[in-house]
Nanobody, 127 residues
Framework: QLKLVESGGGVVQPGGSLRLSCAGS????????IGWFRQAPGKEREGVSG????????KFIDSVKGRVTISKDNAKNMVYLQMNNLEPEDTGVYYC????????????????????WGQGTQVTVSS
């Protein structure tokens, strides 16, 4: 049974940093891309970043470019989202999701392509 569990959320002041983790189980990470999505209060869920099964391809939305990095450790079946210089607009519930894909697939952040989702972790950026 494929399972994803997010962790690492919390409350941080503007300008601070957080590292979110996505722990996978029940599947071979060499065959799955992972995406990070977020849902702010009162807004629709949006894609934030994604990484190909091999880790060789990544994608970021414009609002986080230069502040966020994504990495993948297939030996541990883990994906990390390092977020720096956080802004109040980054507040929301962050989800990771998995999509079966070729090793160096060009990443999409279209949610309908992701079949498996975690339960989410809350990130609050506030002074």
């Amino acid at each position: 049974q494929l399972k994803l569990v997010e962790s690492g959320g919390g409350v941080v002041q503007p300008g601070g940093s957080l590292r979110l983790s996505c722990a996978g189980s029940g599947f071979n990470p060499n065959y799955y891309a992972i995406g990070w999505f977020r849902q702010a209060p009162g807004k629709e869920r949006e894609g934030v970043s994604g990484i190909s099964p091999s880790g060789g391809q990544t994608k970021f939305i414009d609002s986080v470019k230069g502040r966020v990095t994504i990495s993948k450790d297939n030996a541990k079946n883990m994906v990390y989202l390092q977020m720096n210089n956080l802004e109040p607009e980054d507040t929301g519930v962050y989800y990771c999701a998995a999509m079966a894909a070729p090793p160096n697939v060009v990443i999409t952040l279209e949610q309908q392509f992701y079949d498996y989702w975690g339960q989410g972790t809350q990130v609050t950026v506030s002074s």
